[in-house]
């Protein structure tokens, strides 16, 4: 089945630098990747999304990369923050028959004023 | 995006007795999912919901132990039976958007603490 990994565990930056956390998987076959956001005691929420016809997508601050060939794809945040802090999730949408998501193991995001 | 809740929105259950979690959509969604959230943990599938049939479980996860019904486009509930303080969990259903079968949106969770 699908794996999918997740780095760095944790990232802490200044407020208005950048961040970037990245996820690899390994199934060729997965199309959709997506990012959610969690805050403390929150339910995940959609932040951004690209499908694996798409290279790059961007939503003001934040972007996503796909790399279909190296199968790993990046979540890109400029001019953080502190509001940016919590935990962040990527996916990847895999299966035969249905499709579901497999998460990545999360990484939790903190900026500093 | 779709209006998910969920109830209750926490509970403090006593070992070996069960808990059923509701799931209520404002439109009709052909797949919900049920999720499993320890603490400090990624999401995990439990099962997939298809209105009209048997739900379908992921490795790990037994329709004895979770039984899952979906009466209706706009409904679920997932039970967890015979609880342990294993189970201690944050509990996540989790819908398909209308317009787009691959966004899925997620309910609010339920919170379950077994003593």
């Known amino acids: 089945g699908e794996n999918v990994e997740q780095h760095p565990s944790t990232l802490s930056v200044q407020e208005g630098d950048s961040a970037v956390i990245k996820c690899t998987y390994s199934?060729?076959?997965?199309?959709?990747f997506p990012w959610y956001k969690q805050e403390l005691g929150k339910r995940p929420q959609l932040i951004i999304d690209?499908?694996?016809n798409v290279g790059e997508k961007k939503d003001q601050r934040i972007a996503v990369t796909l790399n279909k060939t190296a199968k790993h794809f990046s979540l890109h945040i400029t001019e953080t923050q502190p509001e940016d802090s919590a935990v962040y999730f990527c996916a990847a949408k895999w299966g035969t028959g249905f499709q579901k998501l497999v998460f990545g193991t999360g990484t939790r995001l903190l900026v500093s004023p | 995006s779709a209006v998910i809740s969920q109830k209750p929105s926490r509970d403090i259950c006593q070992r070996g007795t069960s808990l059923t979690i509701q799931c209520q959509v404002d439109s009709q969604v052909t797949m919900m999912f049920w999720y499993r959230q320890q603490p400090g943990q990624s999401l995990t599938l439990i099962a997939t919901a298809n209105q009209g049939s048997e739900a379908t479980y992921e490795s790990g996860f037994v329709i004895d132990k979770f039984p899952i019904s979906r009466p209706n486009l706009t409904f679920s509930t997932l039970t967890v039976s015979n609880m342990s303080p294993e189970d201690s969990s944050i509990y996540l259903c989790?819908?398909?958007?209308?317009?787009?079968?691959?966004?899925?949106?997620f309910g609010p969770g339920t919170r379950l603490t077994v003593l």
């Open positions: 989790s819908v398909e958007s209308a317009t787009s079968t691959d966004t899925q949106y």
């Open positions: 690209i499908r694996s």
């Open positions: 199934d060729s076959a997965s199309n959709y």
